[in-house]
Each structure stands twice: as C-alpha cells, then as structure tokens.
C-alpha cells in the first residue's frame, strides 16, 4: 500500500488555485467594472506622465533659455537650440494629444487613424505658436514674485528655486491646452505640478499678468476661479468652490462658476478661504485665516473680525 505524504501541500495548491480563480471570476464580471473600464485602440498608448515631464522640461528650456535644457546655449546658437527643441516638442506633444484624443473617446476606436492624427498636429502646432505670449506672461510673474519677496537674491533665484513660480508655469502651459479643447493632458500636467509644490491650480482657472503665489504649500485654486493682474496670494489659500444643488438626476452640476473673482491688485494671505462665486474688489486685502462668503469692496482690508475700507 502507497502512503502519500503531501497531501498537505496538494489541498493548499488546490486552495490557492480555487481562491485566485474565484477572485478573477468576480472580477472579469461585467457587472464589477462597467464603470471603471475603458476601451481604446488597439496598440495606441496612454497618455504618458514620463512623456509629459520631458514635455515640460522642454517648454522649460524653451521659455528660459540658459536656465533649463542646453547650458551652453548663447546669443549666436539660441536659435538653433530653440529650434530643435520646437521640433522634438511638436512630435512628442502630437503623440500623447492623439492619445489623449483616443483616450477621452472611446468611439475614436472606429475614427479612421489619420483623422485624429492630423487633429492632434494641428492642437500641437496651435499650441507651439502661443509659446511667445507663455514666455510674455511668465515674465511678469518672475517680476512679481521678485519685486513682492525681499529675501529673492535676483530673478534667476525665483526661475531655478521658487515653488510658487514653478506651479504657475506648469499652469500657464496646461492652461493654453486646455483652452485648446485637449482631454486629460492639462489636468495631467498641473497636477504634476500639485504634487512637486503642493500647489493645487486647475487649469481651467483664469489668471491675469504679474500674478505671483508666495511659499504656496496648501494653495488651491479651482476650475472656474477668476484672478485679475497683480494679485499675489500666500500658502494654504484656497479659491474654492460653492457646493451646488445636484441637477434633477442627483448628479453634480457642472461647467457653472462657482469660485472667486478677485479683481486687479488683490492680495490674500495665508490660511483664508474664499468660497463660492464672490467678488474681491480691485485693491482688496484679506488678511491670513479668513473665511469669506461674500463680496468684499474694493480698497477693502479684511480681519478676522471685520472689514475696514
């Protein structure tokens, strides 16, 4: 008579197999993922967060020249350098447009192939040309940044060190994309941002010229926020949102304003919050840890206890 001794060991093989296999059952049903799974072309990429990272540092280089990319680029080679680096940016920013594109649609499994890629071209060439008015908009708010914080050394100091600069022009590049109708992309890019500084700006928010975050940590800034010109904000400020009553269905209702205004010369210190569709009016200040609901005058300065014009 044969004994087997690893019996044992086949009953837990057997268990083991019966667990993993229910688990993949419940899984592959249907009924568990409907709303969680996403069909795209077949052989067609995601949009890449390391691709959109060598795409910011190469708009970097591109906006300041001698501060990122090659650092031996001078007067006399700054337009070849920009040149190539255009060049690698459309093919690279065309690439992960289209999959986007793809990626936001899932009836672009049926679109024929060329469509979407010209589409995607065309977004990635529109966008190249706004570069000039990026590098024009950046410049003022390395000026502000600089002018509003006496411990900045020089400008250079605030382009290579300051998290507040740094959120803004991942801002400024996601905004014009998203203006440009891209899917995913924008939100992907501040979002890199977010997570680098701490500094939450949607890139569906308005910002004016010469706009500068100080410290920044905590600061958030949502989708329908509107920031005038020279308006300086400080850490943990939140620009947030008033909770909306749901539509007939209990959805949320989207694409209405619903955050702040805060007009020309507005400054808000750190740990306040303005919620809702308020207005800030042009000049105001709302000093730090400050709840506000509700419009403030212009010239108006804000305390924890009142409002003084």
Known sequence: MRIIKNIPQIMDIQRHSS???????KLSDEASYKQLFHAYRDEEALPSGEVLKEIIDLC???????????????????????????ET??????????????????????????????????????????????????????????????AAQNLGEV?????????????????QLYK????????MITEMAHSETGIDIHPGAKIGHHFSIDHGTGT???????????????QGVSLAGEK????????????????????????VYSNSTLIGKIRIGRGATICGNVWIAEDVPAGSTVTQLKIEN
Not at 19 to 25: A, C, K, S
Not at 251 to 259: D, E, K, S, T, Y
């Open 220 to 234: 958030v800034i949502g989708e329908t926020s509107v920031i005038g010109n020279y308006v300086r904000i400080f």
């Open 244 to 267: 909306l009553p749901p539509d007939e269905n209990g959805n949320a209702i989207r694409g209405v304003a619903r955050h702040p205004i805060l007009e020309d010369h507005v400054t």
């Open 180 to 187: 440009l109708g891209v899917p995913y992309i924008p939100r």
């Open 19 to 25: 667990v993993l296999g229910d688990t993949v059952e």
């Open 89 to 150: 940016l459309h093919s690279l920013l065309s690439k992960q447009v289209y999959a986007g594109l793809c990626f936001a649609d899932t009836s672009c499994v049926t679109c024929p192939e060329e469509k979407i890629s010209a589409e995607a071209e065309a977004i990635s060439e529109a966008f190249i040309s706004t570069l000039p008015e990026i590098r024009g908009l950046l410049a003022t708010d390395v000026e502000a940044t600089f002018n509003g914080d006496p």
């Open 60 to 86: 970097r280089a591109i906006l300041f020249p001698g501060y990122y990319g090659n650092a031996r680029i001078s007067k006399q080679t700054i337009r070849f350098h920009t040149g190539v680096n255009v």
């Open 159 to 175: 382009i290579f060190c300051y998290p507040g600069f740094r959120a803004i022009g991942n801002y400024r590049i996601a905004h």
